[in-house]
């Protein structure tokens, strides 16, 4: 069953529920209280009855010694017309014997037994398609006590109720017929934007992730619905990224390949000439030569990829220590190479106790000074400096290199990416430098930060966290 239908349905049934409660309630209350009124006129008209009737025994009895029961019925008929009322009413003796009676049946009277003197009681009840108000009292003659029973005709109180009781029907029979053309209205307007989230989950569920529904109301369903959108959202960029993962593994995948294939082929090449050829010893040698280069160039590629798999699946444990010993090894391995460069190389180090680890920290910042170096035509500068910043230790490499276009900045530490292919692979490049050095960067809670400008050179930054005061370094 639909949502709306469901509203609607239970909502119907409970003001049908409510309301066929609340016309009971009222027919009875109304009946009861019509019953109450008529009773109190029929209380009255008893009073001046039996007033009356004791009033004409009184009289007859200065006449007669004895009264017969037609004198007895003569005398109810003349107290009754001179009320006014022609109800039937009956005389009875102390002990419940009927003296005299006037119209009506009186077989199915009120027990007298219920009643005492001076005391009035009634009954309703239906008798050949009438409805009978049954009233009795006790009352003294002459000093006597006798009971009087007098019968009114109640069919205007019948009527009266069976009138409510189909008013009340009609009523609730349209009240129910207009609650339910609203409430389907209402409901309709309260599920609309279910259906339209509905909708949405289909054009989401076929791959359009970048809709979004509109929020329309700012109750539950307006909260639900912004709750679906930052669903949505949240499943787009996990969709993108998962897309660009799997762009990034077919590009791995397929610069791998690439850079086993240029040096195989030309170690197969070379060799094959080795073997099949008889060549002089120049160029035996440059055949060797060209072989031992390209084997370098595949050795230094298996050590960098399985340094990839060592940082995705090691937890490394950082230690503690002195900023300048663990740059200053750097600066000692970096410095050789530097010169052989004809580059001028300069430090500047603020000593601070660091959280780092010490092999892999000499990785990542050689690694930078290495691909500064690269970059670095002869005559150049490279700096390198280890300063506090905010409550952390940076550490950034800047040279007057080439420096990278902006539109490559984003990518270049993807694997295997490089901006420069044929000068990488000149230097043995594979692309897997900064891929690594970001890696490592990220075991220190830090990522690789890049500013550069082409043809003025290049920053390359990161941040490792500062060890508390109170706690001295481990040895090293």
Request: aromatic letters at 8%; glycine letters at 6%; proline letters at 2%.
């Given at each position: 069953?639909?949502?709306?239908l ?14 066929g409660?609340?016309g009971q ?6 009946f ?17 009855l039996a ?20 004198m007895?019925?003569?005398l ?62 006790g ?13 009114y ?15 009340i029907?009609l ?12 409430m ?11 259906v339209?989230l ?18 329309t ?13 930052n ?5 787009e ?26 040096p195989?082929?030309?170690i197969?090449?070379?060799a ?12 035996a040698?440059m ?9 370098k160039?595949?050795e ?5 990829l399985?340094?990839?798999v ?19 090894h750097?600066?000692a ?16 180090i603020e ?13 990542l ?6 691909n500064?170096?690269k ?22 490499v ?12 984003s ?15 000149a ?11 970001n890696?490592?960067a990220m075991?220190?809670?830090s ?16 941040d ?7 706690r ?5």
């Amino acid at each position: 069953m639909k949502f709306a239908l469901k509203i609607c349905l239970c909502t119907v049934l409970i003001v049908a529920l409510l309301f066929g409660i609340a016309g009971q309630i009222l027919v009875a209350r109304s009946f009861d209280a019509a019953l109450e009124f008529r009773v109190r006129m029929a209380e009255a008209e008893f009073s001046a009855l039996a007033s009356a009737l004791e009033a004409e025994i009184y009289g007859i009895r200065l006449y007669y010694s004895a009264v017969s029961r037609q004198m007895y019925e003569e005398l109810l008929t003349r107290a009754s017309r001179n009320q006014g009322t022609d109800a039937p009413c009956a005389l009875y003796s102390e002990d419940g014997v009927l003296i005299s009676s006037f119209g009506g049946d009186f077989s199915g009277t009120i027990a007298f037994s219920e009643i005492g003197p001076r005391r009035f009681a009634y009954r309703l009840s239906r008798e050949d398609n009438a409805v009978i108000l049954h009233t009795a009292g006790g009352v003294v003659i002459g000093g006597n006590n006798y009971y009087l029973s007098v019968q009114y005709r109640a069919d205007d109180l019948m009527q009266l109720r069976d009138d409510q009781i189909r008013s009340i029907i009609l009523l609730h029979c349209i009240t129910v017929a207009v609650c339910t053309a609203v409430m389907l209205i209402v409901a309709w307007a309260i599920s609309k934007p279910l259906v339209r989230l509905k909708r949405f989950t289909g054009i989401i569920g076929k791959g359009n992730y970048s809709r979004r529904a509109k929020v329309t109301t700012l109750d539950e369903i307006g909260d639900l619905t912004v709750a679906f959108n930052n669903m949505t959202g949240a499943i787009e960029q996990k969709v993108t990224e998962l897309e660009n993962n799997a762009k990034q593994q077919k590009d791995f995948v397929a610069s791998f390949s690439h850079e086993l294939k240029t040096p195989m082929t030309s170690i197969i090449g070379y060799a094959d000439m080795l073997r099949s050829s008889e060549l002089d010893e120049e160029d035996a040698f440059m055949a060797a030569n060209f072989i031992h280069s390209e084997g370098k160039r595949l050795e230094a590629l298996s050590l960098k990829l399985m340094d990839l798999v060592v940082l995705d699946k090691t937890d490394f444990k950082l230690m503690r220590g002195y900023a300048k010993k663990a740059l200053g090894h750097v600066v000692a391995v970096v410095t050789p190479m530097l010169q052989n460069a004809d580059l001028t190389f300069y430090y500047d180090i603020e000593q601070r106790i660091i959280l780092y680890e010490k092999d892999l920290f000499l990785t990542l910042v050689t690694n930078i000074v290495d691909n500064a170096r690269k970059a670095s035509s002869p005559g150049k500068r490279i700096w390198l400096t280890g300063k506090k910043s905010a409550d952390r230790y940076r550490i950034e490499v800047r040279d007057e290199g080439i420096g990278i276009p902006k539109e490559e900045l984003s990518r270049i530490t993807e694997a295997f990416y490089m901006v420069d292919k044929s000068r990488a692979r000149a230097q043995h490049g594979a692309g897997l430098g900064l891929a690594i050095a970001n890696r490592i960067a990220m075991l220190h809670g830090s990522t690789l930060h890049f500013e550069s400008e082409q043809g003025k050179g290049t920053t390359v930054w990161f941040d490792v966290a500062i060890a508390p005061r109170e706690r001295r370094p481990d040895d090293e």
